[in-house]
């Protein structure tokens, strides 16, 4: 099974401020990496997938960049809308199961 | 509107069954990979298990192998998930979600990652 670490358990940055989100995995994923948001009552939000791709409707602020074990999400200028847990996925193509990183909640500094 | 809306949730005793349905609407739902994801209160994500287009294929994470079915129904647009045995630690809040599907280079291609989900419902497995 691949684990997927991520990194702060806790990050507060300030309004207009860039944050910086970890994800390790336990062994190569390749690309097959997403990025989710989360607010408190709500269901997950697909941010990024494959790596670095924005999903549908996400604003420009949110990139993600790697490839193998090590993964980065940015946040360029925090908004107070931005201010949520934000999970990490990777995905096999087979058998097709996928594992969740353990989430970092981003705060207000 | 694209839309997923789970039901079926509820308190059940340790050993007992349930079945969640997720009933989908606003996108062909037969062309899509399908997947339930539960958070435990508190916790983080877990994903339970996912089905194929056509139900030929199906996968399950080990804690739930054996006792949750996934299984869907095409021409009812629905998804299920029969919970049998159920524990204290599948508490949660079970979400179905379409998995991704790209069209790259004119060849349509799914992917694994979660772009709709459901509300979700609440399991709760007390005595």
């Known amino acids: 099974e691949i684990v997927m670490t991520q990194s702060p358990a806790t990050l507060s940055v300030s309004p207009g401020e860039r944050a910086t989100l970890s994800c390790r995995a336990s062994?190569?994923?390749?690309?097959?990496l997403a990025w989710y948001q989360q607010k408190p009552g709500q269901a997950p939000r697909l941010l990024i997938y494959?790596?670095?791709t924005r999903a549908t409707g996400i604003p420009a602020r949110f990139s993600g960049s790697g490839s193998g074990t090590e993964f980065t999400l940015t946040i360029s200028s925090l908004q107070s809308e931005d201010f949520a847990v934000y999970y990490c996925q990777q995905y096999n193509n087979w058998p097709r199961m996928y594992t969740f990183g353990q989430g970092t909640k981003l705060e207000i500094k | 509107e694209v839309q997923l809306v789970e039901s079926g949730g509820g308190l059940v005793q340790p050993g007992g069954s349930l079945r969640l349905s997720c009933a989908a609407s606003?996108?062909?739902?037969?062309?899509?990979?399908m997947s339930w994801v539960r958070q435990a209160p508190g916790k983080g994500l877990e994903w339970v298990a996912n089905?194929?287009?056509?139900?030929?294929?199906?996968y399950y994470v080990d804690s739930v192998k054996g006792r949750f079915t996934i299984s869907r129904d095409n021409a009812k647009n629905s998804l299920y998930l029969q919970m049998n045995s159920l524990r204290a630690e599948d508490t949660a809040v079970y979400y179905c979600?379409?998995?991704?599907?790209?069209?790259?280079?004119?060849?349509?291609?799914?992917?694994?990652?979660?772009?709709?989900w459901g509300k979700g419902t609440t399991v709760t497995v007390s005595s």
């Open positions: 606003g996108f062909t739902f037969s062309s899509y990979w």
């Open positions: 979600a379409r998995e991704l599907m790209i069209t790259f280079g004119g060849v349509i291609t799914a992917l694994g990652y979660m772009d709709v």
């Open positions: 062994q190569s994923v390749s690309s097959n």
């Open positions: 494959g790596a670095s």
């Open positions: 089905i194929k287009q056509d139900g030929s294929e199906k």
